[in-house]
Nanobody, 123 residues
Framework: QVQLVESGGGLVQPGGSLRLSCAAS???????MGWFRQAPGNDRTFVAF????????YYADSVKGRFTISRDNAKNTLYLQMSSLKPEDTAVYYC?????????????????WGPGTQVTVSS
């Protein structure tokens, strides 16, 4: 079993940057990982994916070129570097471990989830 806790969220102005972290306890290095986000009234949507080795990454079109997913398996930590933030990036951000059926972009493909961290982009 894996426990996940996100951190690094907060209030940032448009155009600003934030780095989210996801600390894992338990077995971490064997899992592919993902970041998702959920705005009020919306479904949870895919943001970014990274394979267990870090060799493969995928991004939602809406964040491609602005966000970077990475991981440090020695530290059991997943990261999401976010730059050029926009008001539409405002959401609760979740990290998760892949392990179920479905594509890497589908929440159903992920087994363990953190409680989320709020990101608000506003002037």
């Amino acid at each position: 079993q894996v426990q996940l806790v996100e951190s690094g969220g907060g209030l940032v102005q448009p155009g600003g940057s934030l780095r989210l972290s996801c600390a894992a306890s338990g077995t971490f290095s064997g899992y592919a990982m993902g970041w998702f986000r959920q705005a009020p009234g919306n479904d949870r949507t895919f943001v970014a994916f990274i394979s267990w080795s870090g060799g493969r990454t995928y991004y939602a079109d809406s964040v491609k070129g602005r966000f970077t997913i990475s991981r440090d398996n020695a530290k059991n930590t997943l990261y999401l570097q976010m730059s050029s933030l926009k008001p539409e990036d405002t959401a609760v951000y979740y990290c998760a471990t892949q392990g179920g059926g479905g594509g890497y972009y589908s929440p159903s493909a992920y087994v363990y989830w953190g409680p989320g961290t709020q990101v608000t982009v506003s002037s």
